[in-house]
């Protein structure tokens, strides 16, 4: 749910923005007392326990080698993707570079969390040349005036 929906949905609650309805409830940016206490146990341990994860790793033990690749080399969460898309001069030309995404979507060439990212670039891309339009309109206007 997006911000602006839960605010929304507060608002018609009775909630005002930036006031709890709990004035003492857990503290902004607090944390917990079981994070505080692992942290304390853990102060000036982090290098001696990395240095042991390595030794175990180069000792064979694959959940350190695990732990040390993850750490080199992070899963990656999304990457390229590559597709024949419509170019977009106009906002009317929207509606043909979606149709081009469910094309690709109902190929298999994406997924559908790519097609959803892309769709939202291509609405806000949408949005920016419609407002260009409207401005060009705009001025066209006031110049015959």
Request: charged share 30%; proline share 4%.
């Amino acid at each position: 749910m997006t911000v602006a929906k839960i605010r929304e949905k507060q608002s018609r609650k009775g909630f005002k923005p930036g006031q709890s309805n709990n004035p003492s409830g857990r503290p902004y940016r607090s944390r917990n007392k079981s994070t505080l206490a692992l942290e304390t146990l853990l102060e000036g341990e982090g290098e001696a326990i990395t240095r042991k994860t390595i030794e175990n790793a180069l000792n064979g033990d694959m959940t350190a080698i695990k732990l040390c690749i993850e750490m080199l080399i992070p899963l990656r969460k999304d990457g390229p993707i590559c597709f024949d898309l419509t170019e977009m001069k106009s906002a009317d030309d929207s509606a043909k570079a979606m149709a081009s995404i469910l094309r690709t979507l109902a190929n298999g060439d994406i997924t559908p969390n790519e097609a959803s990212s892309v769709s939202r670039i291509i609405e806000a891309y949408r949005k920016t040349l419609e407002t260009a339009e409207l401005e060009d309109r705009l001025e066209a206007l006031e110049q015959k005036v």
